[in-house]
């Protein structure tokens, strides 16, 4: 294991980590090549990564294997699934995820996303009903609740939805969060103006309203959107890394994440990250 750590220029408090579906194109989800991925990450001086098992498929004794993995590379494990809480089967899903993450070394957080298939039979549909709103909102406490007794963190990634709804006609991520009381956000800084989002949003007024959450944001992905895709390389987005980074830093919030447009070759997966380190570099938020 290499002795090096990459290292915020002006933030002490913040780490630099990125999530394994960087690399579900390339690799599948299992013992070996998460081995490999955190094998990796501690050579190249992450600090954690997020483990990305969408439907929490990973068994207790692969996670205990892993949870070793990760501990001997001084690796801290957010886990990340991948099922919209309105989606029939999603209770077993995030029982079997916090299951999971109670296995691994770090912070206690599990992570899904928000909304998707609600949206997916609807072109014209820019956010959810207030019957859609209120039933989302139930269960994303309930899962909110249950982690807390476990003393672990839930939180849900905007993804296609509105992140700012009406209040009349429909509703989006902002009404989301008015709604509840213990479900954190992880913030993804591309995914309200990717081509995905149903009604693409303002970055200032994105930028505003992010502080009132307060405690409630736990985590960013940094990404790229590119005339509204995703990039396989971090560079310039509508909110700046700068920007986002800052805010992040003066509220303490401390992982920062890389998340990247998967492809289907590994090689280029690894060269993606270094250039994506790069580009922190070279922007000066990560040390020389």
């Known amino acids: 294991m290499k002795d090096i750590t990459l290292v915020f220029a002006e933030y002490s408090n913040l780490k630099i980590g990125f999530s394994t579906q960087d690399f579900q194109k390339a690799m599948p989800v299992d013992v070996e090549s998460l081995t490999e991925i955190m094998e990796y990450a501690?050579?190249?001086?992450?600090?954690?990564?997020?483990?990305?098992?969408?439907?929490?498929?990973?068994?207790?004794?692969?996670?205990?294997?892993?949870?070793?993995?990760?501990?001997?590379?001084?690796?801290?494990v957010i886990y990340e699934i991948h099922k919209n809480p309105l989606d029939s089967g999603y209770n077993e899903v995030f029982e079997r995820g916090l299951a999971n993450t109670l296995l691994f070394p770090g912070p206690g957080i599990i992570r899904?996303?928000?909304?998707?298939?609600?949206?997916?039979?609807?072109?014209?549909?820019?956010?959810?009903?207030?019957?859609?709103?209120?039933?989302?909102?139930?269960?994303?406490?309930?899962?909110?609740?249950a982690a807390l007794g476990k003393k672990v963190r839930f939180i849900v990634e905007n993804f296609n939805e509105a992140f700012f709804g009406d209040g009349f006609t429909y509703?989006?991520?902002?009404?989301?969060?008015?709604?509840?009381?213990?479900?954190?956000?992880?913030?993804?800084?591309?995914n309200p103006f990717r081509n995905t989002s149903r009604d693409k949003a303002d970055p200032?007024?994105?930028?505003?309203?992010?502080?009132t959450l307060g405690k409630r944001w736990v985590t960013t992905h940094l990404k790229t959107e590119v005339d509204g895709e995703m990039q396989p390389v971090?560079?310039?987005?509508?909110?700046?890394?700068?920007?986002?980074?800052?805010?992040?830093?003066?509220?303490?919030?401390?992982?920062?994440?890389?998340e990247l447009a998967g492809v289907s070759d590994k090689q280029q997966c690894y060269e993606n990250h270094s250039r994506s380190i790069k580009f922190l570099k070279d922007k000066k938020i990560l040390k020389n």
């Not at 200032?204 to 502080?211: A, F, G, H």
């Open 171 to 190: 509703y989006g991520l902002v009404d989301f969060f008015a709604n509840t009381v213990f479900t954190g956000l992880q913030f993804d800084i591309s």
């Open 234 to 258: 971090l560079t310039d987005n509508p909110i700046s890394v700068e920007r986002i980074v800052d805010l992040m830093a003066k509220r303490n919030i401390p992982y920062v994440t890389l």
């Open 42 to 76: 501690s050579q190249e001086g992450y600090q954690f990564i997020m483990l990305r098992d969408d439907q929490a498929k990973l068994q207790t004794d692969d996670c205990q294997k892993l949870a070793q993995v990760a501990a001997k590379n001084k690796l801290d």
């Open 204 to 211: 200032e007024r994105v930028l505003t309203y992010l502080p």
């Open 112 to 145: 899904t996303l928000v909304s998707k298939t609600e949206f997916d039979a609807d072109p014209a549909r820019k956010g959810w009903s207030r019957s859609e709103l209120a039933q989302l909102a139930k269960l994303s406490e309930a899962s909110a609740s």
